[in-house]
């Protein structure tokens, strides 16, 4: 899913029961954004505390983030996996803590974000209700307005074929609009303007709603935003190649 790195950390510090200094050095990792070097010593604490939450939570956001900064597309589909098992673990342990809450439903759509339509739809209720009750426990944090926003994008643009099979799955197919989707996104851009993944969803919004002139100038600010990852890349691409081709 769509990530800021803005204040990535601090609440995840902040609430953590282990105070040693291996710890703290590792946060230290975490903070500069150091997965790869981070790895290893959470590894070990892990063999110490297999169920400390803490432990679990920081190996989770850091297999997302050699998810995201992954070259090899098998390495990418490993790190994401491993992502979603550590957060389901620390779920299953604190089903109610906030910040488990919000890397379990990060990591969740990451690892279903590229599956079928039939899976994307079956998990899209989940998605749904964790990233709200996020949204109501940590309402500062852009976070879950952001996946609410894309989940939004993605329902109401989905094809027939994909809306058929919608049907046949569910009594009540789950249903998105891209004037919600505005919403969410909008309410994650005011939380943190520094995101490039934002001003992108945004600006596609506002271009299935006919907004075009709105659209161009959301493009405008996110192509000069910091790109650290695949999936900034990405967006700064795709923006990049609709003002070219004005």
Wanted: proline letters at 3%; glycine letters at 4%.
């Amino acid at each position: 899913m769509i990530i800021s790195l803005k204040n990535l950390f601090i609440g995840i510090i902040l609430s953590s029961l282990i105070t040693g200094q291996d710890f703290k050095d590792i946060d230290i990792k975490l903070t500069n954004l150091e997965f790869d070097k981070a790895q290893a010593p959470l590894e070990q604490l892990h063999n110490k505390y297999p169920q400390n939450t803490d432990v679990l939570l920081r190996l989770s956001i850091t297999h997302h983030y050699l998810s995201e900064s992954a070259m090899k597309k098998n390495l990418d589909k490993d790190n994401a996996l491993r992502a979603f098992e550590y957060a389901l673990k620390a779920f299953n342990i604190e089903p109610d803590n906030p910040d488990i809450l919000k890397w379990y439903v990060i990591t969740l759509g990451k690892t279903v974000e590229e599956d079928t339509i039939r899976n994307q739809i079956e998990h899209s209720k989940n998605i749904k209700n964790i990233a709200l009750k996020v949204i109501n426990l940590l309402p500062d944090d852009e976070f879950c307005y952001s996946i609410m926003g894309q989940w939004h994008y993605k329902l109401a643009d989905l094809g027939r074929a994909s809306r058929r099979i919608a049907s046949i799955l569910f009594s009540e197919p789950p249903k998105g609009s891209f004037e919600e989707a505005q919403y969410f996104f909008e309410k994650s851009l005011e939380r943190n303007s520094d995101y490039i993944g934002t001003y992108y969803w945004l600006g596609k919004t506002h271009l299935k709603l006919n907004n075009e002139q709105k659209a161009i100038e959301l493009f405008k600010l996110g192509v000069t935003l910091d790109r650290p990852y695949k999936r900034e890349e990405r967006a700064y691409q795709g923006m990049k190649s609709y003002l070219e081709n004005l």
